[in-house]
């Protein structure tokens, strides 16, 4: 009885943690010894263009070429995601987002992952 109450309880919560997901509460999720981190290569347009290319390998198909998302996947050119910290940005790109299909890229090596958000510092935010 006790296990149906708790798949019963999940199931009635599953829907909220999806909606918090969606507007930015991961932000509130990451610690604050991460958020403070900052990227070693912060300006440096080599690692911005390196960072490109990782984008392009690994963050395209969902995002988009343009970074401006797809198949209901969210634009990274976004206020949010602009105002977000490299720490917070790192922090994420480590663990992901299970509630909205973000995988955890904790296998690419923590070097790449600073690549990438350099990457996205050089982007534009978008005009939608």
Same mark, same amino acid.
């Given at each position: 009885? +006790? +296990?149906?109450?708790?798949?019963?309880?999940?199931?009635?919560? !599953? *829907? %909220?943690?999806?909606? &918090?997901? !969606? /507007? &930015?509460?991961?932000?509130?999720? #990451? *610690? /604050?010894? /991460?958020? %403070?981190?900052?990227? =070693?290569?912060?300006?440096?347009?080599?690692?911005?263009?390196?960072? +490109?290319?990782?984008?392009?390998?690994?963050?395209a198909k969902c995002h988009g070429t343009d970074?401006?998302?797809?198949?209901?996947? *969210? @634009?990274?050119? !976004?206020?949010?995601?602009?105002?977000? $910290? /490299?720490?917070?940005?790192?922090?994420?790109? +480590?663990? &992901?987002? *299970?509630?909205? &299909?973000?995988?955890?890229? @904790? @296998?690419? =090596?923590?070097?790449?992952?600073?690549?990438?958000? %350099?990457?996205?510092? $050089?982007? =534009?935010?978008? #005009?939608?």
């Amino acid at each position: 009885m +006790k +296990k149906l109450l708790a798949l019963i309880a999940l199931i009635l919560c !599953s *829907p %909220a943690l999806l909606i &918090g997901a !969606s /507007d &930015g509460k991961w932000l509130h999720r #990451v *610690p /604050d010894e /991460d958020r %403070a981190r900052h990227n =070693p290569f912060a300006g440096q347009p080599s690692a911005a263009a390196a960072g +490109k290319v990782l984008f392009q390998e690994n963050c395209a198909k969902c995002h988009g070429t343009d970074a401006l998302g797809l198949h209901n996947r *969210p @634009s990274l050119r !976004s206020e949010r995601i602009h105002n977000a $910290t /490299d720490g917070e940005l790192a922090w994420m790109l +480590k663990n &992901g987002n *299970p509630y909205k &299909g973000m995988p955890p890229w @904790s @296998s690419l =090596p923590e070097q790449q992952r600073w690549q990438v958000i %350099a990457y996205l510092r $050089t982007l =534009p935010l978008s #005009v939608k």
